[in-house]
């Protein structure tokens, strides 16, 4: 088998056919994610003309009630709902025992109050008690439910159970236990009277309260039955639509009825149809997103190439546009308001950031009309969501600051409240249609915006991306890494800074990435804080190192502040792209000082090529290409005793020519008609550094 032939067609074709297939996946996802139902062709607002042809009734529809109306109704049920109770039968054998021990315990102060009487009283008391005891559980002791509401009234109604049979009652045809209580003390206490005061008053104090007891209880479960059982009897419909008559007209006002009509249909449309046309559907909808993201393809195909061919760049996209259209789907199918509470500004807001705004927008508009086949109004989704992005990703045209999130989530806030107000002045007439729950719902989408902060943080570490706002946190001098180049290694950093101005200027002629390599150039000499007495730009009164020095030895330590630069970057974590300034801003040049003295010292000899050239490799982007061409004219810049305009010429041709020369460009994607814009760029800028200032004269004496 030819491994050879195999590998070298994997290179060739693995990228373009996993950019196709994850193209068609995610198609495919958001395909399985809709609703296989048909859309509803009609999309129309409430108090505003029907703008379509007349909508006449294709068949014959119910017309359903409105959530409204059906909790109203269910309301209704519950709040004139009578409760189930069951008697309990006492047995009167049980009865008759609870009265003799009773009596019993209250002998001894009966017999206190009556004395040779206390039989004849007791056996009177015990007959007394049973008697009324027993008539009063033959008409019934209710047990009253925990939520009986004793000021309400009305009569108390119920249903008393017998077998099979239920019976409507009302409270007042039986006892409480308080009534029962009541009628008992006062029946005994009468028939007690002819004994005497005493003996009555004995008597009554005697705890006749533990003799009463509930005998007609809740039955729980046979109410809870027959609530569900009139729930579930509610009609959900109000009428019926009739096929062939008319619905609304053309140009009539879209009102409340109008309005049930119309879903109602809406509900009914795809049952009504036949199933046989999910097939279809889905059809329609695989074509519908398959279009749109094929113009998406084709627009980072055509006008972000760099983009379409690094696979991080589409991963994150798809990534992104994945969590926006499965949190819909999710947040849906729970019937969410997903035009209030889903903050799907975070979408651009990202790839604003990371990518740049051209991709933000498109991606967000592409995203947002597939995620309007989730919601309910698909018009009033999109008139608040996709302006909602233009608006966060012009808030952030220069972004420098993180805090420029936050600011961009207030503007998305004050957009959404004020489009939300003018659809519902627009639709209804009247301020008090403005709901506070919504505007409530926006704002706390305004909080979720702002979690992009971190969101983005953690996806620049997953993808290895690198946002301009971090580029500015770390190109700010303030940074701890660069305070310690500016005390260690002071030349070095103001040559820093100077590399980082001048290839800062040619990044915005030619197009490239102006704050990276601004940043590149920042840290591109790092290494040189190991021992920065021997870079000239360091050196003070004359004093070099290198003059004790071989030069094998010098141009070894010389080249040894590229691996000291990535040591020094990797222990405080700089990003990869960093790192790629340090290790190409000498390309694999060599070090002409110490090489152009050793071959003077050795005519004839050929010297150690690995003693004196730097291990590269070579620039590989047109922003570190930028910077080795600024770093070398820079350098030889301070160099120069005449500052003239042709010197400074000169200098600039000579230098980028000889870089050209040995090939160090041969890897970066930079054009000579760029090279040749960054050569003005850099004549002009040095021109402004060292142009001649005005001789103050001195002062005649």
Not at 122 to 149: A, E, F, H
Not at 251 to 259: A, I, Q, W
Not at 538 to 565: C, F, K, W, Y
Request: aromatic share 10%; proline share 4%; net charge neutral.
């Amino acid at each position: 088998m030819n491994y050879q032939w195999i590998r070298s067609k994997w290179n060739r074709y693995y990228k373009p056919v996993y950019r196709i297939l994850m193209f068609i996946a995610v198609s495919l996802l958001a395909v399985f994610l809709l609703p296989n139902s048909g859309k509803f062709k009609y999309e129309y607002e409430l108090g505003r003309p029907w703008k379509y042809n007349d909508l006449i009734a294709p068949f014959d529809f119910p017309i359903f009630k409105s959530n409204a109306e059906i909790a109203a109704e269910r309301d209704s049920v519950v709040a004139n709902f009578v409760p189930y109770f069951v008697r309990d039968s006492i047995a009167a054998d049980s009865v008759s025992a609870a009265i003799r021990i009773f009596v019993s315990n209250g002998r001894g102060e009966i017999a206190r109050a009556c004395g040779p009487e206390t039989e004849i009283v007791t056996r009177r008391l015990n007959d007394v008690i049973l008697s009324v005891l027993m008539g009063i559980y033959d008409k019934g002791v209710i047990q009253l439910p925990d939520n009986y509401d004793s000021q309400n009234g009305s009569e108390y109604e119920f249903m008393l159970v017998y077998g099979n049979l239920a019976e409507p009652y009302a409270l007042s045809e039986m006892y409480t236990c308080s009534r029962a209580y009541n009628h008992l003390v006062a029946a005994v206490a009468d028939s007690m009277a002819p004994f005497g005061e005493a003996v009555r008053q004995a008597v009554g104090r005697m705890p006749f309260y533990s003799l009463v007891a509930a005998n007609v209880l809740p039955d729980n479960a046979r109410t809870e039955q027959e609530r569900m059982a009139r729930i579930n009897t509610l009609t959900l419909t109000s009428g019926k639509m009739v096929a062939g008559q008319k619905i609304i007209a053309t140009g009539e006002l879209v009102d409340s009825f109008t309005s049930q009509v119309i879903e109602s249909l809406d509900k009914v449309y795809d049952s009504q149809l036949g199933a046989n046309r999910t097939m279809q559907i889905v059809c329609g909808q695989l074509l519908m997103i398959l279009c749109l993201m094929a113009t998406l393809f084709m627009f980072l195909q055509i006008f972000r190439r760099e983009v379409f061919d690094t696979l991080r760049c589409v991963n994150l996209i798809l990534l992104m546009m994945v969590l926006v259209i499965v949190g819909s789907s999710m947040m849906s199918a729970r019937h969410f308001n997903l035009s209030q509470v889903a903050p799907f500004v975070m979408l651009p807001i990202v790839l604003r950031t990371l990518l740049d705004s051209r991709i933000a927008m498109y991606v967000h508009t592409v995203t947002m009309i597939i995620v309007s086949f989730f919601a309910y109004n698909s018009f009033m989704f999109i008139l608040l969501h996709i302006p909602a992005g233009m608006l966060a990703i012009m808030s952030l045209s220069n972004l420098s600051r993180r805090v420029q999130i936050f600011k961009a989530a207030v503007y998305v806030v004050v957009y959404y409240v004020l489009v939300y107000i003018g659809m519902r002045l627009w639709q209804m007439g009247e301020v008090s249609s403005v709901s506070i729950t919504s505007l409530a719902m926006f704002a706390l989408n305004g909080v979720l915006i702002a979690l992009s902060y971190p969101l983005i943080y953690i996806l620049e570490r997953l993808f290895g991306f690198l946002s301009d706002v971090t580029l500015v946190e770390l190109s700010d001098t303030n940074n701890p890494l660069l305070r310690q180049l500016a005390e260690k290694a002071p030349g070095t950093f103001h040559h820093s800074m100077q590399v980082g101005t001048l290839a800062q200027a040619v990044a915005y002629e030619i197009k490239a990435n102006p704050m990276l390599v601004r940043t590149g150039a920042m840290y591109h000499d790092i290494g040189k804080m190991v021992a920065p007495l021997y870079f000239t730009e360091n050196q003070t009164n004359n004093i070099n190192p290198h003059d004790s020095m071989d030069l094998e030895e010098s141009a070894r330590l010389v080249i040894r502040h590229v691996a000291n630069g990535v040591q020094i970057a990797r222990k405080h974590n700089l990003p990869q792209q960093v790192i790629d300034f340090i290790t190409t801003h000498q390309g694999t040049t060599v070090t002409r000082y110490f090489y152009v003295l050793w071959l003077n010292a050795h005519q004839g000899q050929t010297p150690d090529d690995a003693t004196f050239r730097y291990p590269g490799p070579k620039p590989f982007s047109k922003e570190t290409a930028i910077l080795m061409m600024a770093d070398a004219v820079e350098a030889s810049s301070r160099s120069l005793t005449d500052f003239s305009d042709e010197r400074i010429d000169a200098l600039v041709e000579k230098i980028v020519d000889g870089q050209i020369s040995e090939h160090q460009f041969d890897d970066a994607p930079i054009t000579l008609k760029e090279i040749s814009i960054a050569k003005k760029v850099f004549k002009q800028k040095l021109k402004n550094m060292y142009h001649a200032r005005v001789q103050y004269p001195e002062l005649l004496k």
